[in-house]
C-alpha cells in the first residue's frame, strides 16, 4: 500500500510529478482494466444470452421429438394391435376352414358309403322280389313288402320302401 503522507510531506517537485505520473498511469491502466472487464461482461452476457437460446432451443426440439416419438409409439402400437386382430382373424378363418373341410370331408365319406348303401340296398330290394315272377305274385311280394317297410310302421324306412316301389314298377313294366 501507499503511504500517501509521505508523498504529501515530500517537498521535491520531481517526485510528486512521478507520483503524478504514476498516479495518472495508475488510473489509465485501471479505465483500460475496467473497459476490459466491461466488455469481457458484455461478451459474457451475449455468451449467455446465446447459450440460453440454444437450450431453450434444444429443449424446444427435445419436446417436439419426444412428442413425435410418443405419437410414433402409439401408431405401432395401433398397427401392433391391428396386425394381432389380423392374425387372431386368421386363426380363427384357418380353424373355421379346417372344419369345413373335415365336415366336408366325413359328407364324402358319408356319400360314398350311403351310395354303397343304395346299391346294396337296390340288390337287396331285387332279392326281396327274387322269386316273384308273374303279375300276381309281383303284386302280392310288393304288398307284403310295403307293410312291412312303409315309413309310418315302427322299424319302417322311406329310402327301402322307395327302392321297393322302383323296384316294382320296373318289374312291372317288364312283364
Avoid at 315309413?151 to 318289374?171: Q, V, Y
Wanted: proline fraction near 1%.
Amino acid at each position: 500500500m501507499i503511504n500517501w503522507e509521505e508523498i504529501i510531506r515530500t517537498e521535491s517537485a520531481d517526485e510528486l510529478k512521478e507520483v503524478k505520473l504514476w498516479l495518472f498511469q495508475e488510473n489509465m491502466r485501471l479505465q483500460k482494466e475496467q473497459r476490459e472487464l466491461e466488455n469481457a461482461r458484455d461478451k459474457f452476457l451475449k455468451e449467455r444470452v446465446r447459450l440460453r437460446d440454444e437450450v431453450d432451443e434444444l429443449n424446444r426440439k427435445t419436446v417436439m421429438e419426444r412428442k413425435r416419438l410418443k405419437e410414433e409409439s402409439m401408431f405401432f402400437d395401433k398397427k401392433m394391435e391391428i396386425l394381432k386382430a389380423g392374425f387372431l382373424q386368421l386363426e380363427q378363418d384357418r380353424k373355421v376352414l379346417e372344419q369345413e373341410k373335415r365336415n366336408f370331408e366325413q359328407e364324402k365319406l358319408h356319400l360314398i358309403q350311403r351310395e354303397s348303401d343304395v346299391a346294396s340296398s337296390e340288390e337287396a330290394v331285387a332279392l326281396l322280389f327274387r322269386n316273384a315272377n308273374n303279375p300276381l305274385a309281383l303284386r302280392k311280394r310288393y304288398r307284403d313288402l310295403i307293410k312291412i317297410f312303409h315309413p309310418d310302421n315302427l322299424f319302417g324306412d322311406a329310402e327301402l320302401t322307395l327302392s321297393i316301389n322302383k323296384e316294382f314298377s320296373k318289374r312291372r313294366e317288364e312283364q
